[in-house]
């Protein structure tokens, strides 16, 4: 199992923002992590990074607990969060080498990764620029390269394609197939449902700080009774109506 949680209760003060939520992540998966703003996704995945205590249940990542091990924890994972985080004084060479420090890469591994990565995302002739160089969208692609460089058993992605163009999306879908096909999984926070419906194996959804439901599409149409309908369809009629442009 590379993800499993167990009646997570918690959130960033004596009231929960979550409740009960249990579910888990097989080897070779693209999880869809759906929700309105508010709905409580990135408070779930501030708990599996780590960065915030439960008030009850727990999480495992490859079958290791934080409070047991925090840096063998988090090596399972690599993180993309929803707003680009980097180091005005490092350019792109240097953010790529301090990712592979911080997870033990070898120069070697880092040589023959950062390539194909730098390729994909058309940033080959900017290792050596700083991020006040770069666009919103550049920082992004930054982002995604230091965590697919890390080739961890768990992607964590929250909001992937904000700030992406065309042609960084499909990068981003190309390359999150290929790493599925090498038994790696990704947990996905989005709201651009018709996107996630194409790509995504199976879907978490997230309302008011409970799971109301987790399954592949075919099994969220059964359940709803809409048998053609669209991912936007049935969440819609799964949390009553509510529409997730909010």
Do not use: W
């Amino acid at each position: 199992m590379v993800l499993e949680i167990n009646e997570l209760t918690g959130g960033y003060s004596k009231e929960p923002v979550i409740h009960d939520i249990s579910f888990k992540i097989e080897p070779g998966e693209i999880i869809g992590l759906i929700g309105l703003n508010g709905a409580g996704k990135s408070t779930t995945i501030k708990h599996i990074l780590g960065l915030l205590r439960p008030h009850k249940g727990n999480v495992k990542v490859m079958d290791q607990t934080i409070e047991n091990d925090v840096e063998a924890y988090r090596r399972h994972m690599g993180y993309i969060p929803e707003a680009p985080i980097l180091y005005e004084e490092l350019t792109l060479r240097e953010h790529i080498n301090m990712t592979a420090m911080a997870y033990g890469l070898t120069p070697e591994q880092v040589d023959q990764r950062k390539g194909p990565l730098l390729k994909r995302f058309r940033l080959e002739d900017k290792e050596d620029t700083f991020p006040s160089h770069f666009s919103k969208g550049m920082k992004q692609k930054v982002m995604l390269i230091c965590a697919f460089i890390v080739e961890p058993e768990l992607y964590i992605i929250d909001e992937p394609f904000l700030g992406l163009d065309p042609l960084g999306i499909e990068s981003l879908i190309e390359l999150m197939i290929s790493e599925r096909d090498k038994n790696r999984s990704i947990l996905m926070s989005t709201h651009i449902l018709a996107t996630a419906e194409r790509y995504c194996d199976r879907y978490i959804i997230i309302d008011q700080g409970r799971k109301i439901a987790d399954g592949t599409l075919d099994e969220l149409r059964t359940a709803t009774g809409l048998h053609e309908g669209s991912l936007d369809d049935v969440y819609i009629q799964l949390t009553g109506g509510n529409s997730h442009e909010q």
